[in-house]
């Protein structure tokens, strides 16, 4: 199950960089300031034409509801910048952590629309 998983996040990684999808190395690309939640690293991110997935870690609570999308508009593309607004306080460790999937319409954006990536890429515990 385990060499399915990261086989999964392989692919997610790579259709993400097909997809023309960036991440940051460092430091966001758009400023966080004033912005809600904590900064939430993530595992993979991949954008079909209408939806954004993100794979993030989770201690076994984590649900949409406790991470926010903010979208900014930088230089006529999408940013998408994934904050935690609720700590998943339980102690069930996922390795492989949980997709959360948004809509473009959940994100205001039209189908289709260029998307890069406002959050640190971390590799999923072992």
């Given at each position: 199950?385990?060499?399915?998983i990261?086989?999964?996040?392989a692919?997610?990684?790579?259709?993400?960089?097909?997809?023309?999808?960036?991440?940051?190395?460092g430091?966001?690309?758009?400023?966080?300031?004033?912005?809600?939640?904590?900064?939430?690293?993530?595992?993979?991110?991949?954008?079909?034409?209408?939806?954004?997935?993100?794979?993030?870690?989770?201690?076994?609570?984590?649900?949409?509801?406790?991470?926010?999308?903010?979208?900014?508009?930088?230089?006529?593309?999408?940013?998408?910048?994934?904050?935690?607004?609720?700590?998943?306080?339980?102690?069930?460790?996922?390795?492989?952590?949980?997709?959360?999937?948004?809509?473009?319409?959940?994100?205001?954006?039209?189908?289709?629309?260029?998307i890069?990536?406002?959050?640190?890429?971390?590799?999923?515990?072992?």
């Open positions: 199950m385990r060499d399915s990261i086989g999964r996040l692919l997610i990684a790579a259709a993400s960089a097909s997809l023309a999808a960036c991440a940051t190395g430091e966001p690309s758009v400023s966080t300031q004033g912005m809600p939640g904590a900064l939430e690293p993530i595992h993979a991110a991949a954008f079909t034409k209408d939806e954004a997935v993100f794979w993030v870690s989770s201690n076994g609570c984590t649900d949409k509801e406790d991470l926010i999308p903010i979208v900014s508009l930088q230089g006529g593309a999408a940013v998408i910048t994934l904050r935690r607004i609720d700590e998943d306080k339980c102690r069930q460790d996922l390795v492989e952590g949980v997709e959360l999937k948004w809509s473009f319409e959940e994100l205001g954006l039209p189908a289709g629309s260029p890069s990536v406002n959050n640190p890429y971390q590799l999923p515990r072992s």
